[in-house]
């Protein structure tokens, strides 16, 4: 979705939920001018900020870009039926489409070297992940610690920790996350 799509999205899902832009950058804690500049199209959201726009609408990633339901009684998902997004760091392919029963989602993500500015996050269910390529990483949870990933590794992140994963290593790293409960 280009920037402007996505902020006139933005804009028009926050008019249909009745959030004032004041509100809604208290609610996500960023800036109101961040917000006006994101739902004009002049600048585009990370996906870290458009994750805390979106649930502070009590939305997500798969019913904000969502079109229309699967068929309930298939099983496979084509690549060619996922939906991408992406920001200037990370890309994200949801794996599974929004539909009823799912007890868990799945996502790839490539994350390209970041070794500063990286926003923490924090998020309503748990996480886990495997990391599929790349270098080394480095996860953080605050309160917790700190720790090198390669390739092979796996982590857990329970509900309401605040994380943040930085790819140190020269290439992009690509890796499956599993969230549960799923949030749509």
Not at 88 to 95: K, N, P, Q, V
Not at 98 to 118: C, D, Q, Y
Request: charged share 25%; glycine share 6%.
């Amino acid at each position: 979705m280009e920037k402007d799509i996505i902020g006139q999205s933005l804009a028009d899902l926050r008019k249909k939920k009745k959030i004032g832009l004041r509100q809604l950058a208290r609610m996500a804690q960023v800036s109101p001018a961040s917000l006006v500049a994101i739902e004009k199209g002049t600048t585009s959201p990370t996906l870290a900020t458009l994750n805390k726009i979106l649930k502070a609408m009590d939305s997500n990633f798969n019913e904000f870009f969502s079109d229309q339901l699967p068929d309930p009684q298939i099983p496979v998902f084509h690549a060619n039926t996922m939906r991408s997004l992406n920001d200037a760091h990370r890309e994200y392919t949801l794996l599974f489409p929004k539909r009823a029963g799912m007890r868990f989602e799945m996502v790839l993500e490539t994350i390209s070297h970041s070794e500063e500015n990286v926003e923490w996050e924090t998020h309503d269910c748990d996480l886990g992940g495997v990391v599929l390529s790349g270098q080394q990483a480095t996860l953080e949870i605050a309160d917790m610690g700190k720790w090198n990933l390669a390739k092979g590794d796996a982590y857990y992140i329970p509900a309401g920790s605040k994380h943040r994963l930085v790819n140190s290593g020269k290439r992009p790293l690509k890796q499956i996350t599993v969230v549960s409960p799923p949030k749509y």
